[in-house]
């Protein structure tokens, strides 16, 4: 138990970013229908432009911010300038359309900030929860999981109870109709792009910690957030959580297994086809299909 | 006056580096200062530059050489077009920018090449077309077995091992920690090299392999942890050092171990990337002369790099190896008396013996065989805040997989 107990937290922590990607992912496709694939390289920017702002020896809030700002501020633009004309479009292009734009993102920080060696140091490096004498946990894993719990929490409360959240779920539903009683498709849409915006540029800031400050790297932490979301049907906020935080667990327990070890990195796929099967088996579907409506 | 002093002080500092970057900038090839024409000589190289890590440092390097050498005469007055093929480490891209550059560019020889995939996809094809290939950095296994292939740098293993070494005989080390990815032809293979060295001076080494697409550096140190070893030695590019450094920073873990890294960590901004928590902990091997090493072939390198490369191209190990491996290429070349192809140019570096600089601990030479391996002596060097602190002189790498090049050179006749 005392070897395995370091690995088993090490997983969640990783996990639960996993799953606040997850939710991000979630709550856009539940209310615009879009997979966005650029989830993972707006992260990337944010983690490259709050290394950037701190470099440059301002405040390290300052880099949180502009790191934070700056993602939310592009995903915004996608989704208020060049989603809505891609509205009409099959599902799989609008999804394509997103994958071209987590390219321009991902060459562009390339080409801005290289190969070289950096790391994002954040205030919470420095401490941790100790257990048998033994650093168990730092304290920026204590607060992923937190963030990626009040994220949740936070997205499942927005999609109940408030005006926003119901229009969300209005659009889910079947979009046209939701047009016809006054529903501002377009509004709406845009909040869907900031709010994952928002998350993808907290997300990466703790992956540009936790992980490494690269932006291509990073642009591929949408592969295990996609995961999580499919083990949530791209619907159910709760497992899609649980669905990131097994993936980090299994990657890191695989770390246990001699020969296993070297191939942690397929356990998203693992868990993702696994999830698809046995809900397929169990005639549970993807988040419900209203694009014949559009 | 205070003034005055220092402004002409700092004029004497400025007006020798330009008159001496002049004349190291001068040596290149001819160094007539005419600028090449006529029908350029095709050189290539292949490079792992898209993908988990840039690996064109070194082709970046014999770019900026070869610019120079064009402005200085080329190769008897012609220019060298040089093309450099990204590989996005991928090995069927690798094999076919091989053979878009052997077969439609009708390259005379590679130069600078570095890649994790391009050795195992294209060493049949330069044997079969009769293309040498001087690589600044050879990567995996392949590399350093191939008949038509051979590079500057040790290579991981041996540099891996160099750097195991140094701490072990340093710190009179009872027991190591290897720790490499798992990519096919690398990592068994760097700490193959480990484990053969403990095994012949007692010393019990535990092998940690992890997949190199692994996001989390801390399952990895949590591995290292529970090694309780006396040494780690991290075998791979600095970019996946740099996660694993920073989670074994919060287990502590430089404390309880002497850490010692491979030359891919030789790097102007790895002690800012890792911190100062792990100022004066890492112990660095290094395969060339230190970067600010005041030779002639340094100086010049870096004097070339400053002309004739970008801001950004890194001033690191491999971008030494690839100005090195582009030296070479052109004295090769110059040497051939008569029409410069692919045939007289193959003939001119595998004959290649001897060959000294001040970059390198012990002569260089292509040398005959089925395999090549002309750099295997380092030197160790100390991560301290703001760069490196030399610690050791030249020694030679206690691979046992080195028994046939040293017996090689003990014939005589390529390094003395």
Redesign the interface.
């Known amino acids: 138990m005392e070897t395995l107990l370091p690995f088993l937290v090490v997983g969640i922590s990783v996990g639960a970013v996993y799953a606040l990607s997850g939710v991000g992912l979630v709550v856009l496709y539940r209310a615009s229908g879009v997979v966005n694939f650029a989830y993972g390289a707006l992260g990337g920017l944010a983690a490259m432009v709050c290394w950037q702002v701190i470099d440059l020896e301002y405040e390290d809030w300052m880099g949180w911010v502009a790191g934070v700002g700056a993602a939310t501020c592009l995903s915004w633009a996608y989704g208020r300038f060049i989603a809505p004309s891609l509205t009409h479009q099959d599902r799989v292009v609008r999804a394509m359309a997103t994958l071209g734009f987590a390219l321009m993102i991902m060459g562009i920080a390339q080409w801005y900030w290289g190969d070289e060696p950096r790391r994002l140091v954040l205030p919470t490096d420095s401490g941790g929860i100790e257990f048998d004498g033994r650093r168990l946990i730092s304290h920026t894993r204590v607060a992923a999981l937190m963030f990626a719990a009040a994220a949740t929490v936070g997205m499942l409360w927005l999609l109940a109870k408030t005006s926003l959240g119901l229009r969300m779920r209005a659009l889910q539903s079947n979009r046209t109709l939701s047009a016809m009683v006054g529903v501002r498709i377009k509004n709406v849409d845009t909040w869907a792009w900031t709010l994952a915006g928002l998350l993808a540029g907290i997300s990466g800031l703790f992956m540009g910690n936790m992980v490494r400050l690269n932006p291509t790297v990073l642009t591929f932490l949408v592969i295990p957030a996609m995961a999580a979301a499919m083990v949530g049907r791209m619907n159910s906020l709760t497992a899609t959580v649980l669905g990131g935080i097994a993936i980090g667990v299994i990657e890191s327990m695989a770390n246990l297994v001699p020969g296993v070890q070297r191939y942690g990195s397929a356990t998203a796929f693992v868990v993702a086809i696994l999830a698809v099967l046995w809900q397929q088996r169990h005639g549970i579907g993807l988040s419900r299909d209203n694009s014949h409506l559009e | 006056m205070k003034k005055t002093t220092y402004l002409g002080s700092a004029l004497v500092i400025a007006m020798t580096f330009v008159a001496s970057g002049a004349m190291a900038q001068d040596k290149c090839g001819l160094g007539n200062g005419k600028k090449a024409s006529g029908e350029p000589i095709q050189i290539g190289a292949i490079v792992g530059k898209t ?4 690996f064109s440092s070194s082709a970046r390097a014999a770019d900026a050489y070869f610019k120079c050498v064009n402005a200085n005469g080329g190769i008897n007055g012609r220019p060298i077009a040089y093309t450099i093929q990204d590989d996005t480490w991928n090995p069927e891209v690798a094999s076919q920018a091989a053979n878009k550059l052997v077969k439609d560019t009708k390259v005379v020889a590679m130069a600078g090449s570095s890649s994790f995939v391009e050795c195992g996809a294209n060493n049949k094809l330069y044997v079969d077309e009769g293309v040498a290939s001087v690589a600044g950095v050879g990567v995996p296994r392949a590399c350093f077995f191939g008949k038509n292939y051979i590079s500057f740098n040790q290579g991981p293993r041996q540099s891996t091992l160099g750097a195991a070494q140094y701490i072990v005989e340093t710190f009179k080390l009872k027991s190591l920690t290897c720790v490499a990815p ?1 990519i096919p032809g690398f ?1 068994d293979w760097v700490c193959g090299g480990v484990e053969s060295y403990g095994k012949a001076n007692n010393i019990p080494v535990k092998t ?13 140190a ?2 290292v ?2 090694a309780k070893s006396e040494g780690v030695v991290l075998g791979m590019p ?3 050092m ?2 694993i450094l ?1 989670a074994a ?4 873990l430089g404390k309880s171990a002497k850490w010692g890294l491979p030359t891919s960590a030789y ?1 102007a ?2 002690p ?4 100062k928590y792990w100022h004066d902990k890492l112990y660095v091997h290094m395969e060339l002369e230190p970067m600010d090493g005041t030779g002639p072939d340094n100086t010049n390198w870096k004097a070339v790099m400053e002309k004739f490369g970008d801001k ?1 191209d ?1 001033r690191d190990t491999f971008s030494q190896a690839g100005y090195l491996s582009a030296r070479v290429v052109t004295d090769a070349l110059l040497s051939i008396k008569g029409n410069v192809d692919r045939k007289s140019a193959y003939q001119a570096i595998v004959n290649t013996k001897k060959w000294k600089s001040d970059m390198m601990c012990a002569p260089w030479y292509f040398g005959p065989g089925e395999r090549h391996q002309a750099n295997h002596k380092g030197r160790a060097a100390q991560l301290v805040k703001g760069g490196f602190k030399t610690l050791s002189e030249c020694y030679q790498s206690k691979d046992a997989e080195l028994e046939d090049v040293l017996k090689l050179e003990a014939k005589g006749g390529l390094v003395n």
């Open positions: 993908g988990p890590e840039d798992g990592g940690v392999i992890f997949d190199p697409g692994q996001l989390d550096g801390n399952a990895i949590l591995q942890a529970a600095r970019g996946m740099l996660p920073t920073e919060q287990q502590d790097h901004d790895m800012k990337a890792v911190g950004k890194p």
